[in-house]
Structure formats: C-alpha cells, structure tokens
C-alpha cells in the first residue's frame, strides 16, 4: 500500500527557516517525480516545487525561487523541502505528491509564519 508522509512542519518566526521531509513506502519511490505543494486557507492548492526521478532539473514556484530548495535521497525514500527566509505569506499546509503512473498524496504537514 503506498503511502507518503511529511513531517518538519510548525511555527517558525518570520526569517526563519524549516525543512520538511516525505518518507514514501509502498512504491517504487525512485522512479516517481516527486512534489510538494502548498494550499493556504481560502486557496487552492499551488505547487512549490518539484524534482524528477534522478533528482536534475527541480523546479520552483516563482514566490520561493531563491528560498526554498528542492532535494530526494532515493536510499531512503524521502524528499525534502528546505525552506529559508519564511514570511507569513508561506503560511499553508503542505504536502508531497508523487507521480508516475499513478499519483499519490501526502497527509500534509502544517507551516505557520508568524512573529
């Protein structure tokens, strides 16, 4: 049964930074392209950021570019979101997504920005 799970969320002060994590299991993780996404209250659900199978040629949201990064170890079946310079704008639940074939989803983590 795949499943994806995030975890790294929380508070964090304006300026500051977080990483998340998505350990996947269940699936050929290393063939999928992974993502993370991010849907704030009241708004749809946006893609922050996604990276293919071999880990070249992430991709980024234009309002992360240059703060957050992107990265997988296909060993342990994670990917990662690093995310610098937080504003509360970042506020939103994120999750991971993987693709291929099929398409699974994470339970999301949560990500306040606030002073």
């Known amino acids: 049964q795949a499943q994806l799970v995030e975890s790294g969320g929380g508070l964090v002060q304006p300026g500051g930074s977080l990483r998340l994590a998505c350990a996947a299991s269940?699936?050929?993780?290393?063939?999928?392209?992974m993502s993370w996404y991010r849907q704030a209250p009241g708004k749809e659900r946006e893609l922050v950021a996604d990276?293919?199978?071999?880990?070249?040629?992430?991709n980024y949201a234009d309002s992360v570019k240059g703060r957050f990064t992107i990265s997988r170890d296909n060993a342990k079946n994670t990917v990662y979101l690093q995310m610098n310079s937080l504003q509360p704008e970042d506020t939103a639940m994120y999750y991971c997504?993987?693709?291929?074939?099929?398409?699974?989803w994470g339970q999301g983590t949560q990500v306040t920005v606030s002073s």
């Open positions: 997504k993987a693709l291929l074939f099929r398409t699974y």
């Open positions: 269940g699936f050929s993780f290393s063939r999928y392209t």
């Open positions: 990276i293919t199978s071999t880990g070249s040629s992430p």
